[in-house]
């Protein structure tokens, strides 16, 4: 039997962008995304990269119509549990149970709020590049840059968002309501809830600040003495989740070589 495939690392890619498994506040463009058994952020590009170019300088952030607003597939409740807390220990909640608020429900549909895109230039991603050294003493630079079996990925967009609207539905479409108070209990003070309709089936929560949760996938490979540069579709397997507090995970050493042929590069 195949196994089912999880919406809460895919509703995102039919719009283009990638998922991030636990938003937070940090993840930037020109970020490193190391990929082997497993992705996982690593750290500001910057840390491992020394360029006679300037670092490309992010432009943004600038309201994402296109995602702003638009609503999920009706998703199974476990999924969309899982999503809804990954959402809230982003605004800053202690990541609760609301299996007993959601009780009624079988499906959600989610939508997020003032949404914005950060993103960098591909032509100045590329100067930076072109034109750097890579610090291969770093240890995980060895590994995710060196090693034929790892990757290493550069995101140059961000989505992010400081509210998320959930709807909750029965197995047949129809709204049905959920406990506003009990939720309201276990994710304290730092969320914002809003109601919408009668019925208390579509709420919204609004968090202190913008967490990223999505970006969008290039790819650039070293091929000789040349950079080329291609589109990566979006998909499961670009999903990472980040903890808080990791930053400077890639930190470099002084020293720094040229990145010579048959190394690559992936930009995301």
Known sequence: MAKKKDPSITFLNKFGYNVIKLPRVGIEPMDIIGKDEANQWLGPLRLVWTSTAPEATPIGPKPAVAINGQQTDALDIGFGMKILANALAAFGATVPSLDMAYHRARKVQFSYSNVTS????????????????????????????????????????????????????????VQVGVDVPAIQGVVGANVKIGTSGASNSTLTFTGPAPVSFGFIVQEIQRDGDAWSLQGVEAGPDKAFAAKAGAEGAATATAGGILLGSGCRLNLM
Not at 119 to 125: E, M, N
Not at 160 to 171: E, P, Q
């Open 118 to 173: 950060t993103a960098v230039a591909l032509f100045d991603a590329g100067n930076y590049l072109t034109k750097g050294t890579l610090k291969t003493d770093n240890p995980v630079v060895k590994h995710y840059f060196l090693d034929q079996n790892a990757q290493a990925f550069v995101i140059i967009d961000v989505l992010k968002s400081d509210s998320i609207t959930v709807t909750a539905t029965d197995d047949h479409g």
